[in-house]
């Protein structure tokens, strides 16, 4: 494996190009001078939301989708969301031409192996946003890509037809088995691993998705990398809000940062089942009857 | 202090055609070329916001609160977003003094950074050996006392709760620390009356006060029903807390008008900033607003200079504490007013100030 480094994150003023719904989702288009050169698979942006005097302070992360560097427009970028709340609606809202502040690329990327082996893409819902980048650079480097996508419905998966361009093979999982098989896509997970011998298994979507996923990986061999999704105040590193339980090369699980650790992760080093708590063991922790 | 002529409403000119205003402010001893410094906890060590603009140009970086030992913090979640503001429970999560002097301080020197340090601890014992061990380090600006803590030999009761024991801290820091560094006590807000808590740790030792630290808040969420913070209750910040951080900054400077106030709580423009330093605070720190904009610090400094220079400043230092002058008498022709000394122990009553809460 080697280790994409990035250099840094930019602050830009962005504008809306366009916005599309692509079924449950929407996809925002927006300039972003300097972050396409920047971006790696697996990065994200953090967004401000409702204009300079908002009163939702905290900026909004969103996996960068596809970014492109030159074009009429110079560089732009895109990213899929779901609406969930106060920011995410105000993102649904907005028109062309409105402006948004942008910070990234951020966060560690996915790293890519070094040889051409054999990789499997896992994505919960629109956790395959980042999935279609990391296709891409998987293949340059001759590696096959085969893709599992998941969700509870079929109209909460995004990317599809897309993936169809990018993979050998495509898997589907609803929960309600709307389309593809019924059931998750832990279930078909082992056999897509078998089939294609594969080396590393990419994964984005729910914590409890990539709990399992990191589990069939690790029994079949292959490494995991997965991309996490904790609460981030800063996103850049600062506050400190973002941490999980992450074992370290010594051996010593420490709190890290998501924001800057990870969020992609090796999925074999996060612990978890410990994640929303602090283990007993954990660098730092508190002293019995201490503070 | 005396200005000659003030203009009556800002002139709406273009901020280059303004005059310069010289920034540079004083806390005690500490010389800085600007007024406007990251708060604590809200910029880690300063190199994550290096990449948004250039920490040597702003006043200094606080540093996060750091513990003698390293501390794994809170559980998640950490943080809810409230109406401009948020709440955090982070815990005092951190490397511990030796890793934080070892990479932290060491890269800010490197850089060339002026460095307020934050220190806290469970005792009186734990903030004398930080002090202690500050002292065998050069390229310090200065200290910032985080007496916001549980005091483990108290039952828990935080430090800045209590006069006694906050004095406590500050006496036993002051005297461990070099006579040059000026040590500034951050208090909290969650008091009855600041100002007796601001009057015993200068009357301890304390040569500048920090304030204000978060308000302790809470948010229930309504889809689990449960508290939405693991630890249940934290600290407000942002927006949402700057009118009472203005309350608490006016009126300990009523009081105690020659102790210098690094001030904070809420402040996300150059206007924000000046209302702090109107109710006199010699310098400002930008913390939860960096969130929001990772140039808040650099941005805020650059409006606060706008702001001022609109008004007929020019000197940063001449507006500190000016909202505490006298009434005006009616304004000449030309909105220009006469002449003031600015002198708020004469002209202020006590009563005025501390202004009882009515109706
Ligand atoms: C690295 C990363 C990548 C992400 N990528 C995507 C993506 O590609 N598409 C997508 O739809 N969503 C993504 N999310 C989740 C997205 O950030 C949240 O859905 C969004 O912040 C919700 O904002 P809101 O104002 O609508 O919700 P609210 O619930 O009102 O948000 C309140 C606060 O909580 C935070 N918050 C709430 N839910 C989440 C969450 N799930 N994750 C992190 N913070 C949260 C918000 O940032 C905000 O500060 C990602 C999150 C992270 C951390
Ligand atoms: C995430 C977070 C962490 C903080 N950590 C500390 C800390 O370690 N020490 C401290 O003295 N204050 C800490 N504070 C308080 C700030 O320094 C500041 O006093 C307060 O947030 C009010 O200013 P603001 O509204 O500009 O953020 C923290 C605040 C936040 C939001
Ligand atoms: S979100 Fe602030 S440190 Fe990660």
Redesign the pocket.
Known sequence: MSENTRSGAIQVKGEVLSTRRAGD?HVLTLTAPGIPELARPGH?VALG?GGVTSA?L??????I?TVQSRGVYGGTLE????????????MAGLHRGQQVDIVGPL?KPFMLPKNPVPCVLVAGG??S??MFMLADALRARGCRVDVVFGAATESKLFGVLEAKRVAASITITTDDGSVGERGRVTDVLPTVIKRTDADVVYACGPMGMLREVAKVAAAHGAYSQC???????C?IGVCMT?VLPVIGADGITRMVR??VD??IFRGDRVRWDDVDTIPDDVYGAPVKGGH | MTRAVITHSPRRTSAEALPRVDMSTSLARLELPSPVLTASGCAAAGRELDQFFDITTIGAVVTKSIMMNPRSGRPTPR???TPSGMLNSIGLQGPGIDSFLDNDLEWLRQRGARAVVSIAGGSVDEYTRLAARLRQVSDIAAIEVNISCPNVESRGQVFACDPLAAAEVIASVRRNTAPGIPVLAKLSPDVTDIVAIAKAVVSAGADGLSMINTLLGMVIDTNTMRPALAGVTGGLSGPAIRPVAVRCIFQVHAQLPDVPILGMGGIRTGLDALEFVLAGASAVSVGTATFNDPSAPARVAHELAVALAERGFERFEDAIGYAHRTPEPHAAPGGVVAVHPVNPEDDIADGDIRGGVEG
């Open positions: 989702y994200f939301v939702n905290l900026r909004r992360a969103f996996s989708y990213v899929v969301f779901a609406v969930s709340g106060a920011g995410t609606e105000w966060g629109y956790g946003a980042p991309a996490v999704e904790e609460s981030m105040a996103g973002c998501s924001c990870g969020p | 943080m809810a977003e």
